[in-house]
């Protein structure tokens, strides 16, 4: 008698090695390709000796097991941002491979045996794959529920700032307009289709609405988080905190936090700060803030080459950030303009802007440099990149 149970118990390491490999490749996954090999990995492993466990005639089925790490499992895909299709595609990628690995097994067993082996396996997977969308569906449904929370304790914010300031009301309604028409649509549609059949949540469509809702959702509180910041420095209400720096410290972290984003674009972050030791006063947040704006909004307007970033020392007690790209360029009867509020005149191919842009990036690192006493300045040339320095002084002041 063949035992197809232990022949997956061997194999289950080459099976997972196979599947992240084939998972990382495929282009449908794109979310895969930004975590790591254990991050993909996640509780498979633990999951497939449990459906070898339910194929051994001996042993009693470890459903416990399956479910439990199918909950597991789907709530973690949710908070790694993976789409419900994607998940899906790693299931469906995770059939192929474990048959295609056990297909020289298969073969030595009966008609009977196969027929079985085959038939739990499916089981198994169909289980693992219903539980985990359970949990997916109810991540995704909290995060819905917390953005709404979100929305709703900035609205009284976004109402003084309206009040208090109406210069650039028509640009933010107008940048307001189409991610909230989107959240309206998808929720009303989703919300339709389960009182039309409640039975229906779990379905890969009302997953996708539900992804597509909270992604204009976080598109919405980004614009209205940069809009609050531009309204607190024009009200004075950005308040100072200096304290001893450790700038290389400030540039490691928000180099290996946008490195996921210049992945995907295949561009590379170069960081150039080794050389730089000297204790520098500042307020840490607010540097981190400037650096981070700087940074991804090279990677923003850049589809390939590289982005540098680097620091230095000047004469007079001063020191530098500097950051170049090799992007798209700014026109120089725009390069003035790029600094207020609201302006993306830079020009991505046929579009007058980058997608998920908020157009207020440049216009708060401007107030921040200000208020960290320091200038900013901008070399740029279309189609050659553009270099953003920065200058500081070693200590900032704080007037009485």
């Not at 895909?77 to 595609?89: L, M, P, V």
């Not at 991540?139 to 917390?146: A, G, N, P, Q, T």
């Not at 009040?163 to 989107?182: F, G, I, M, V, W």
């Not at 024009?234 to 200096?242: D, H, R």
Request: proline residues 3%; aromatic residues 6%; charged residues 25%.
């Amino acid at each position: 008698m063949m035992d197809f149970s232990q022949a997956l118990l061997n194999k289950i390491d080459t099976i997972i090695e196979i599947w992240i490999e084939t998972v990382r490749q495929d282009d449908r996954i794109e979310t895969a390709k930004e975590l790591t090999y254990k991050g993909v990995r996640d509780s498979v492993p633990i999951v497939l000796q449990a459906i070898a466990r339910m194929l051994s005639p001996s042993d009693d089925n470890d459903i416990k097991t399956l479910v439990e790490k199918s909950l597991e499992h789907g709530t973690l895909r949710a908070k790694q941002g993976y789409d419900a299709e994607e998940i899906a595609r790693e299931y469906r990628l995770l059939r192929w491979v474990i048959f295609s690995t056990l297909e020289e097994d298969l073969i030595k067993g009966s008609s009977a045996e196969v027929i079985r082996a085959c038939r739990l396996i499916d089981t198994g997977l169909d289980e693992v794959i219903a539980r985990c969308f359970k949990t997916y569906t109810e991540e995704r449904l909290r995060e819905l529920e917390d953005l709404q929370n979100q929305l709703k304790l900035t609205n009284q914010e976004l109402t003084r700032l309206v009040r208090a300031s109406k210069d650039n009301l028509s640009h933010l309604a107008h940048e307001l307009k189409t991610p909230l028409t989107s959240i309206i649509g998808y929720s009303d549609l989703f919300l339709r289709q389960q009182e039309k059949n409640p039975e229906v949540k779990d379905s890969i469509p009302n997953l996708g609405h539900i992804d597509k809702v909270l992604k204009q959702g976080r598109q919405l509180l980004h614009l209205i988080n940069d809009a609050l910041e531009i309204s607190r420095y024009e009200a004075g209400k950005m308040i100072l905190q200096p304290s001893v720096t450790n700038v290389k410290e400030i540039i490691i972290n928000v180099t290996e936090m946008v490195e996921p984003l210049a992945r995907s674009k295949n561009i590379k972050v170069i960081g150039d700060c080794e050389d730089f030791s000297e204790p520098v006063v500042t307020d840490c947040l607010r540097l981190q803030q400037i650096v981070t704006n700087l940074m991804s909004n090279a990677i923003r307007y850049t589809d390939s080459g590289s982005v540098n970033i680097k620091c230095q020392m000047l004469p007079d007690r001063q020191w530098s950030i500097t950051v170049t790209d090799t992007g798209i360029g700014i026109a120089p009867e725009k390069q003035l303009q790029i600094f207020e509020p609201y302006f993306r005149g830079a020009d991505a191919g046929n579009q007058s802007y980058v997608p998920n842009s908020t157009g207020l990036g440049l216009a708060i690192v401007t107030r921040l440099v200000e208020l960290l006493q320091g200038k900013i300045e901008l070399n740029s040339k279309v189609g050659f990149g553009s270099k953003f320095t920065v200058i500081f002084p070693m200590e900032v002041k704080i007037s009485e």
